[in-house]
């Protein structure tokens, strides 16, 4: 390899590459944002990062992806590069933030006279060509999701509700935010609320759940606002949970703290039955027979 000389005016500069993780246990990751900082001896001068423009390649990865929540790390990194000067404190911070969501490089060592677009530079060589990516997300958990899935539908239906079932309703339809990939997979209007139900594969990925907490008051805040109905929404998961592994400890804690109901597989023919309940109180079963 030929060496480049070093230019005087060129500075030492340390970069991080943010790479999203929704699968922990294989490993599999895509780099979406490029941190780059020049140290100095108490803190450093420039800071800045940039995030990938190509979501797709995020997209193929994980089908469920919420891309919006990882527009707005941008902003958010932005913000705490202006509030502290402590590179390892920023980066353990990030780390300890997004609950191994987002997870960080090792430390990486460039030189340029340009830190601006040096920072451009990176982006272009991390994040926007093609590379490695992993099966795709429907491969490795298509199993859990589909049983769970099958279960609530397969409830509804010995309830005798399932002509009144919405499929798939897409969140973008309130939210107005294009691209957002989030789809309820079962709703129900009930009077003036509108009760979505996700089958949630908490023993796979637990990010993802983590992910729908977080996002659903802002969503049940656009259907308010757009026609004033109540939105509910039913996470449900496996029987068998761990309830004692962290990281599923951690998913149901922001059900929790988000308003967002859990019940088991087992617990549907009893929801389904007071679903049922509360549409014939409504007049919503026999609207629909007539």
Not at 93 to 110: D, G, L, P, T, Y
Request: hydrophobic fraction near 40%; aromatic fraction near 8%.
């Amino acid at each position: 390899m030929k060496l480049i000389p070093m230019s005087t005016t060129d500075l030492k500069l340390e970069f991080y590459l943010l790479r999203y993780v929704p699968y922990l246990v294989s490993g599999q990751f895509v780099d979406i944002g490029v941190l780059l900082f020049e140290p100095q001896p108490h803190g450093f001068g420039y800071a800045d990062v940039r995030m990938t423009s190509d979501w797709g390649r995020v997209y193929r990865l994980d089908k469920e992806v919420d891309i919006e929540v990882l527009q707005d790390l941008e902003p958010y990194i932005r913000m705490q590069l202006r509030h502290s000067q402590d590179v390892a404190l920023l980066v353990r911070k990030f780390e300890e933030s997004f609950a191994n969501m987002i997870q960080i490089s090792a430390r990486h060592v460039c030189l340029a006279a340009e830190p601006t677009r040096e920072l451009e530079r990176l982006r272009s060589i991390y994040l926007e060509e093609p590379q490695l990516e992993s099966l795709p997300a429907a491969g490795r958990q298509k199993g859990e999701y589909a049983i769970i899935h099958h279960q609530i539908k397969d409830a509804f239906t010995r309830a005798g509700i399932w002509g009144l079932c919405i499929e798939k309703t897409a969140a973008a339809e309130y939210t107005k935010k294009r691209g957002d990939p989030l789809v309820f997979d079962f709703g129900y209007v009930v009077g003036t609320e509108v009760r979505f139900f996700q089958a949630v594969p908490l023993k796979t990925n637990t990010n993802q759940a983590v992910i729908l907490a977080h996002r659903f008051p802002k969503v049940a805040d656009s259907i308010h606002a757009r026609n004033g109905s109540r939105a509910l929404l039913t996470a449900v998961v496996a029987n068998d949970l761990d309830r004692a592994s962290p990281d599923i400890e951690f998913a149901l804690d922001a059900f929790n703290d988000n308003s967002v109901h859990v019940a088991t597989v087992a617990d549907m023919s009893s929801i389904a039955d007071q679903t049922r309940e509360d549409l014939n109180a409504l007049g919503g079963i026999e609207r629909n027979k007539s």
